[in-house]
């Protein structure tokens, strides 16, 4: 039975901080479906990731962000925008760090500083450290900067998750939902068909690689029975191509099967995937290409 005296809670939430600390992880841990990709090889995600939690009095949007670093290319930079922008569209902000972490950079901590809003320290992969070396991590943090709230979890296993949504939903407003209550996300599918090709890039692929890699989905069609979906692998420079393709076109196609799995998990049925590999020349350093491709 739904209490009528609890007022509809809703508001948009930014998960931050820096690679590899467990953000993608979380989101599909509260979604309990998988709408982020996610790798052991840190800066995997590279959008704005928008995934919609509802329950009967609440809806939370939220945003998962590539990891926090010193942008180097066009990509990277643009990928910094994506943060920036969560924070600010945020009504509250996830700063996520993992239990062992030693090494918390200055610059992550910049724009929290200057927006003034409701942030939570989230201390992730509580299962791979000891209670000491956590309690430190959240007092040293705490002494920097003014948390409204320090949450312990284990993105991974769910522990700790419930009390993280408790501390959210203290620190939204009332307001209506903004999306239909069965909504996931507002990404369109051939959104995801091409994150989840390129989440087997980073899987199959090694070293700079991945990082040179995006992928473009050319045709997206719905038929009848089954979801064919022309896509592109874009890398860097000639070289990379070849590394793609493999020897007789065994990498490829081991690429393909998997991502066509992948996708087919996905969205429900069977689809058919037309994988190709195209070069455009340093596209990372180009601000147009960049921006072409979605970013």
């Known amino acids: 039975m739904s209490d ?25 841990q509260i979604l309990g479906t998988k709408l982020s990709i996610t790798t052991h090889k840190a800066q995997t995600t590279r959008h704005q990731i928008i995934g919609i939690h509802s329950e009967e009095n609440s809806q939370i949007i939220f945003l998962d962000t590539p990891g926090i670093i010193h942008p180097k290319y066009e990509l ?5 925008r994506f943060v920036e922008k969560a924070e600010k569209e945020a009504d509250v902000i996830l700063f996520i760090v993992e239990a062992k972490e030693n090494n918390m950079p200055e610059y992550a ?8 809003k ?36 284990s993105a991974l296993n769910g522990e700790g998750v419930p009390g993280l949504m408790e501390s959210i939903s203290k620190l939204l407003l009332p307001g209506p939902p903004f999306y239909p ?5 507002e990404h369109p599918v051939r959104f995801f068909a091409a994150e989840l090709i390129r989440e087997q890039v980073f899987l199959q692929y090694h070293e700079e690689l991945p990082y040179s890699a995006t992928v473009d ?12 979906i022309n896509a592109e692998v874009i890398v860097n420079r000639n070289s990379q191509k070849g590394m793609i393709i493999g020897k007789g076109g065994r990498a ?6 998997a991502a066509r799995e992948s996708i087919e998990e996905f969205v429900g049925r069977k689809v058919f995937l037309d994988l190709h590999v195209k070069v455009r020349d340093k596209w990372r350093e180009n601000e147009n290409m960049v921006r072409n491709f979605g970013y």
């Open 4 to 28: 009528t005296n609890t007022p509809h809670k809703s508001g948009y939430v930014a998960i931050v901080g820096k690679p590899n600390a467990g953000k993608s992880t979380l989101m599909n």
């Open 76 to 80: 990277q930079k643009a990928m910094m």
């Open 109 to 116: 901590f910049d724009s929290l500083k200057q927006m003034k």
């Open 118 to 153: 409701p942030v939570v320290l989230v201390i992730n992969k509580i299962d791979e450290s000891n209670q000491e070396q956590i309690e430190k991590l959240a007092k040293d943090l705490n002494d920097y900067f003014e948390f409204n709230a320090t949450v312990y979890i």
């Open 181 to 185: 209550k069965d909504e996931l996300s």
């Open 217 to 228: 989905v050319i045709i997206y069609e719905e038929r009848e029975d089954l979801d064919y």
């Open 252 to 257: 490829i196609k081991q690429l393909g099967t």
